[in-house]
């Protein structure tokens, strides 16, 4: 399959702990990449590989995976994460590239 | 610190050709690491990948889109376009030009996206 599943909203209390997941048959072989975009804002790349997190990432931010399921983690998550989330990878059976739907994370 | 610019129409006819182009700043196009890719959202959905475009001139398109896109790079002005023929109000998106890890499928910069709509 080539597609990414993603739950279309999630919440999570000020300072809490959330796990955003992303589900597909490509991810048994590959890792996700995560990406964080606001309202008027470029998509910004959070996680990648095993567990990268690029330059001024916090470090509240982690990867892993396991099976067909990859999770972006959110320890302590802050108003400014509030954002939406899309996770990516490769198709498992085509040289391109799939993105998950997207998740809305609200920061109560 | 690597930007890119999307430019380019808004508003383009059903069966016409929309032409976008993507200004990169803060790195050269021809650098070895990276494809330079577009990206597209269609209003409420997700993320759709169109191809990428190497500095060299060789390129790969989401088999969906293939027989409609046309990708070109030039290094002398740092850009690389996106020519997507025969457009219905389905191809009506945010389109984002973005930089991809060569190998990779890992988006590290991006454009802030710009809306462009099929419309009579």
């Known amino acids: 399959s080539s597609e990414l599943t993603q739950d279309p909203a999630v919440s999570v209390a000020l300072g809490q702990t959330v796990r955003i997941t992303c589900q597909g048959d490509s991810l048994r072989n590959y890792y996700a990449s995560w990406y964080q975009r606001k309202p008027g804002q470029a998509p910004l790349l959070v996680i990648y590989g095993k567990n990268n997190r690029p330059s001024g990432i916090p470090d509240r931010f982690s990867g892993s995976s396991s099976g067909d399921t990859a999770s972006l983690t959110i320890t302590g998550a802050q108003a400014e994460d509030e954002a939406d989330y899309y996770c990516n990878s490769r198709d498992s059976s085509a040289n391109h590239v799939v993105f998950g739907g997207g998740t809305k994370l609200t920061v109560l | 610190q690597v930007q890119l610019q999307e430019s380019g129409p808004g508003l383009v006819k059903p069966s016409q050709t929309l032409s976008l182009t993507c200004t990169v700043s803060?790195?050269?196009?021809?650098?070895?690491?990276?494809?330079w890719s577009w990206i597209r959202q269609h209003p409420g959905k997700g993320l759709e990948w169109i191809g990428y475009?190497?500095?060299?001139?060789?390129?790969s398109y989401n088999p969906s889109l293939k027989s409609r896109v046309t990708m070109s790079v030039d290094t002398s002005k740092n850009q690389f376009s996106l020519k997507l023929s025969s457009v219905t109000a389905a191809d009506t998106a945010v389109y984002y030009c973005?930089?991809?890890?060569?190998?990779?499928?890992?988006?590290?910069?991006w454009g802030q996206g710009t809306l462009v709509t099929v419309s009579s």
């Open positions: 973005a930089r991809q890890l060569r190998g990779d499928y890992t988006f590290d910069y």
């Open positions: 475009i190497y500095y060299s001139g060789s390129t």
């Open positions: 803060g790195g050269s196009i021809s650098s070895s690491g990276y494809y």
